[in-house]
Protein backbone atom coordinates (compact mmCIF):
# COMPACT_ATOMS: atom_id res chain seq x y z
CA UNK A 1 0.00 0.00 0.00
CA UNK A 2 1.55 3.06 -0.97
CA UNK A 3 1.84 5.41 2.47
CA UNK A 4 1.80 2.67 4.48
CA UNK A 5 3.41 3.72 7.56
CA UNK A 6 4.62 0.13 8.43
CA UNK A 7 5.95 -0.49 5.02
CA UNK A 8 9.18 0.78 5.73
CA UNK A 9 9.98 -1.79 8.56
CA UNK A 10 9.71 -5.18 6.17
CA UNK A 11 12.86 -5.10 5.31
CA UNK A 12 14.13 -4.52 8.38
CA UNK A 13 11.76 -7.32 9.87
CA UNK A 14 13.49 -9.83 7.84
CA UNK A 15 17.11 -8.70 9.47
CA UNK A 16 15.75 -9.84 12.38
CA UNK A 17 14.62 -13.04 11.91
CA UNK A 18 18.19 -13.70 9.99
CA UNK A 19 19.48 -12.37 13.39
CA UNK A 20 17.21 -15.12 15.12
CA UNK A 21 17.82 -17.88 12.90
CA UNK A 22 21.67 -16.89 13.39
CA UNK A 23 21.02 -17.91 17.26
CA UNK A 24 20.16 -20.89 16.26
CA UNK A 25 16.20 -20.75 16.43
CA UNK A 26 15.29 -23.18 12.63
CA UNK A 27 12.06 -23.88 13.46
CA UNK A 28 10.32 -21.81 10.31
CA UNK A 29 6.97 -21.76 12.16
CA UNK A 30 8.57 -19.39 14.77
CA UNK A 31 10.45 -17.48 12.50
CA UNK A 32 7.33 -17.22 10.06
CA UNK A 33 5.70 -15.36 13.58
CA UNK A 34 8.03 -12.98 13.41
CA UNK A 35 7.82 -11.93 9.82
CA UNK A 36 3.57 -11.47 10.36
CA UNK A 37 3.64 -9.89 13.95
CA UNK A 38 5.08 -6.13 13.19
CA UNK A 39 7.19 -5.89 16.39
CA UNK A 40 7.29 -1.53 16.43
CA UNK A 41 3.44 -1.48 17.35
CA UNK A 42 4.37 -2.92 20.62
CA UNK A 43 6.96 -0.34 21.33
CA UNK A 44 6.52 3.12 22.39
CA UNK A 45 6.89 5.61 19.14
CA UNK A 46 10.45 7.12 20.09
CA UNK A 47 11.69 3.51 19.91
CA UNK A 48 10.30 2.78 16.33
CA UNK A 49 13.67 2.95 14.80
CA UNK A 50 15.09 0.08 16.99
CA UNK A 51 12.17 -2.12 16.96
CA UNK A 52 13.94 -4.66 14.54
CA UNK A 53 17.57 -4.69 16.65
CA UNK A 54 17.94 -8.17 18.46
CA UNK A 55 18.01 -6.08 21.53
CA UNK A 56 15.90 -5.27 24.51
CA UNK A 57 14.11 -2.02 24.10
CA UNK A 58 12.75 0.26 26.87
CA UNK A 59 9.11 0.65 26.97
CA UNK A 60 8.89 2.95 30.20
CA UNK A 61 8.13 2.27 33.50
CA UNK A 62 12.05 1.08 34.03
CA UNK A 63 10.99 -2.34 31.82
CA UNK A 64 11.98 -3.37 28.59
CA UNK A 65 11.11 -5.24 25.69
CA UNK A 66 12.88 -8.62 25.83
CA UNK A 67 15.42 -9.81 23.15
CA UNK A 68 13.88 -11.42 20.15
CA UNK A 69 16.51 -14.18 19.49
CA UNK A 70 15.45 -15.06 23.56
CA UNK A 71 11.71 -15.36 22.83
CA UNK A 72 12.59 -17.39 20.10
CA UNK A 73 14.23 -19.93 21.89
CA UNK A 74 11.46 -19.76 24.76
CA UNK A 75 8.64 -20.41 22.12
CA UNK A 76 11.18 -23.03 20.74
CA UNK A 77 11.79 -24.72 24.35
CA UNK A 78 7.38 -24.26 25.32
CA UNK A 79 6.47 -25.30 21.62
CA UNK A 80 2.74 -24.58 22.42
CA UNK A 81 -0.03 -25.96 20.19
CA UNK A 82 -3.14 -25.01 19.18
CA UNK A 83 -4.64 -26.84 21.73
CA UNK A 84 -2.80 -25.29 24.61
CA UNK A 85 -3.97 -22.25 27.13
CA UNK A 86 -0.91 -20.23 27.83
CA UNK A 87 -0.33 -18.08 31.31
CA UNK A 88 1.98 -15.42 30.87
CA UNK A 89 3.73 -13.35 33.78
CA UNK A 90 4.94 -10.17 32.14
CA UNK A 91 2.86 -8.54 29.45
CA UNK A 92 5.54 -5.56 28.69
CA UNK A 93 5.02 -4.80 25.78
CA UNK A 94 2.57 -7.31 24.80
CA UNK A 95 5.09 -8.67 21.89
CA UNK A 96 5.59 -11.85 23.54
CA UNK A 97 1.98 -12.44 24.08
CA UNK A 98 1.04 -11.82 20.25
CA UNK A 99 3.26 -14.62 19.23
CA UNK A 100 1.96 -17.25 21.87
CA UNK A 101 -1.97 -15.54 20.12
CA UNK A 102 -1.05 -17.35 17.12
CA UNK A 103 0.33 -20.40 18.47
CA UNK A 104 -1.56 -21.50 21.62
CA UNK A 105 -5.75 -21.39 22.16
CA UNK A 106 -5.74 -18.86 24.76
CA UNK A 107 -3.01 -16.49 26.43
CA UNK A 108 -3.78 -15.33 29.89
CA UNK A 109 -1.39 -12.38 30.84
CA UNK A 110 -0.83 -10.21 33.69
CA UNK A 111 1.31 -7.37 34.02
CA UNK A 112 1.83 -5.39 37.12
CA UNK A 113 1.90 -1.71 35.96
CA UNK A 114 -1.17 -0.55 34.43
CA UNK A 115 0.08 1.60 32.21
CA UNK A 116 1.68 -1.34 30.32
CA UNK A 117 -0.89 -3.71 30.25
CA UNK A 118 -3.11 -0.54 28.32
CA UNK A 119 -1.04 0.10 25.82
CA UNK A 120 -0.40 -3.56 24.75
CA UNK A 121 -4.44 -4.22 24.87
CA UNK A 122 -4.34 -1.31 22.18
CA UNK A 123 -1.48 -3.06 19.93
CA UNK A 124 -3.10 -6.49 20.50
CA UNK A 125 -6.93 -4.95 19.51
CA UNK A 126 -5.48 -2.95 16.69
CA UNK A 127 -3.87 -6.36 15.16
CA UNK A 128 -7.22 -8.09 15.65
CA UNK A 129 -5.83 -10.33 18.20
CA UNK A 130 -8.84 -12.04 20.00
CA UNK A 131 -7.72 -14.82 21.81
CA UNK A 132 -5.82 -12.35 24.73
CA UNK A 133 -6.82 -11.58 28.34
CA UNK A 134 -5.09 -9.24 30.00
CA UNK A 135 -4.96 -8.40 34.17
CA UNK A 136 -3.39 -6.08 35.62
CA UNK A 137 -1.92 -7.26 39.34
CA UNK A 138 0.53 -9.47 41.73
CA UNK A 139 1.68 -12.08 38.81
CA UNK A 140 3.43 -13.51 41.28
CA UNK A 141 0.26 -15.60 42.82
CA UNK A 142 -0.64 -16.76 39.03
CA UNK A 143 -4.21 -16.51 37.63
CA UNK A 144 -5.91 -18.66 39.42
CA UNK A 145 -9.18 -18.94 37.40
CA UNK A 146 -8.42 -20.21 34.20
CA UNK A 147 -5.71 -22.25 35.81
CA UNK A 148 -4.21 -25.24 35.15
CA UNK A 149 -2.16 -23.81 32.33
CA UNK A 150 -0.49 -26.41 29.43
CA UNK A 151 2.00 -23.48 29.05
CA UNK A 152 3.16 -20.76 31.35
CA UNK A 153 5.83 -17.85 30.23
CA UNK A 154 7.24 -15.85 32.84
CA UNK A 155 9.55 -12.82 31.24
CA UNK A 156 10.94 -11.48 34.62
CA UNK A 157 13.28 -13.13 37.35
CA UNK A 158 12.64 -14.31 40.46
CA UNK A 159 14.92 -15.70 43.20
CA UNK A 160 12.93 -18.88 43.07
CA UNK A 161 9.86 -20.88 41.48
CA UNK A 162 7.04 -19.66 42.85
CA UNK A 163 4.58 -22.21 44.68
CA UNK A 164 1.66 -21.36 42.71
CA UNK A 165 3.23 -21.51 38.98
CA UNK A 166 3.38 -25.25 39.68
CA UNK A 167 0.22 -25.89 41.28
CA UNK A 168 -1.36 -23.66 38.31
CA UNK A 169 0.55 -25.82 35.89
CA UNK A 170 -1.16 -28.75 33.98
CA UNK A 171 -0.32 -32.66 33.73
CA UNK A 172 2.02 -32.82 30.57
CA UNK A 173 2.57 -29.10 31.15
CA UNK A 174 5.98 -26.98 31.25
CA UNK A 175 7.27 -24.04 32.10
CA UNK A 176 10.27 -21.43 31.27
CA UNK A 177 11.19 -18.99 34.42
CA UNK A 178 14.54 -17.03 35.07
CA UNK A 179 15.66 -17.80 38.35
CA UNK A 180 18.31 -16.43 40.19
CA UNK A 181 19.41 -12.83 41.54
CA UNK A 182 18.40 -9.41 40.50
CA UNK A 183 21.49 -9.08 38.07
CA UNK A 184 22.45 -12.40 36.90
CA UNK A 185 19.70 -15.79 36.58
CA UNK A 186 19.54 -19.13 35.34
CA UNK A 187 16.03 -19.85 32.52
CA UNK A 188 14.65 -22.59 34.43
CA UNK A 189 12.61 -25.23 32.23
CA UNK A 190 10.10 -26.41 34.71
CA UNK A 191 8.27 -30.04 33.78
CA UNK A 192 5.56 -31.36 35.38
CA UNK A 193 4.43 -35.33 35.08
CA UNK A 194 1.89 -36.82 37.60
CA UNK A 195 3.30 -36.02 40.61
CA UNK A 196 6.52 -35.36 39.41
CA UNK A 197 8.01 -32.06 38.52
CA UNK A 198 11.21 -31.29 37.35
CA UNK A 199 13.82 -28.27 36.95
CA UNK A 200 15.92 -28.34 34.30
CA UNK A 201 18.49 -25.58 33.39
CA UNK A 202 18.78 -24.14 29.70
CA UNK A 203 20.70 -21.58 29.82
CA UNK A 204 21.99 -18.09 31.49
CA UNK A 205 19.91 -14.87 31.23
CA UNK A 206 19.63 -11.41 32.20
CA UNK A 207 16.19 -10.58 33.19
CA UNK A 208 14.10 -7.10 35.32
CA UNK A 209 13.21 -8.44 38.24
CA UNK A 210 9.37 -10.31 38.86
CA UNK A 211 8.23 -7.72 41.96
CA UNK A 212 5.60 -9.41 44.17
CA UNK A 213 4.27 -10.80 47.14
CA UNK A 214 6.29 -14.39 46.16
CA UNK A 215 9.46 -12.82 44.69
CA UNK A 216 11.55 -9.76 45.37
CA UNK A 217 9.88 -7.07 47.00
CA UNK A 218 8.74 -4.11 45.26
CA UNK A 219 11.15 -1.93 46.07
CA UNK A 220 14.49 -3.98 44.65
CA UNK A 221 12.25 -2.69 41.43
N1 LIG B 1 7.73 -10.23 27.32
C1 LIG B 1 7.71 -8.85 27.69
C2 LIG B 1 8.70 -8.65 28.82
C3 LIG B 1 8.52 -7.39 29.57
S1 LIG B 1 9.67 -7.17 30.89
C4 LIG B 1 8.10 -8.02 26.49
O1 LIG B 1 8.87 -8.52 25.67
O2 LIG B 1 7.66 -6.88 26.35
C5 LIG B 1 8.87 -7.98 32.22
C6 LIG B 1 7.56 -7.40 32.67
O3 LIG B 1 7.19 -8.08 33.87
C7 LIG B 1 7.56 -5.92 33.00
O4 LIG B 1 6.60 -5.27 32.21
C8 LIG B 1 7.19 -5.88 34.49
O5 LIG B 1 6.38 -4.78 34.85
C9 LIG B 1 6.43 -7.18 34.65
N2 LIG B 1 6.35 -7.68 36.02
C10 LIG B 1 7.27 -7.64 37.01
N3 LIG B 1 6.78 -8.19 38.15
C11 LIG B 1 5.51 -8.58 37.88
C12 LIG B 1 4.48 -9.22 38.63
N4 LIG B 1 4.64 -9.56 39.91
N5 LIG B 1 3.32 -9.48 38.01
C13 LIG B 1 3.11 -9.16 36.73
N6 LIG B 1 4.04 -8.55 35.95
C14 LIG B 1 5.24 -8.27 36.52
Redesign the pocket.
Known sequence: MIGDPDAQFVGRRRALIEKVREHGSTDLRILKLFDEVPRHR?LPEGVWNRAYEDA?IP?G?R????QPSL?ARYLEILSPTTDDTVL??????????ALLARMADRVYS????RE?SVR?RKALDDLEVRNVALMV????IGWRKYAPYDVI?V??AAPSVPQAYVDQLADGGRMLIPVGALDAQRLVLVRKDGFAVTEEPVGDVT???????F?FSEDQ?
Open positions: FPIFQTASQEIGTGSGYLTVERILAGDGTVSAFVPLLGKAG
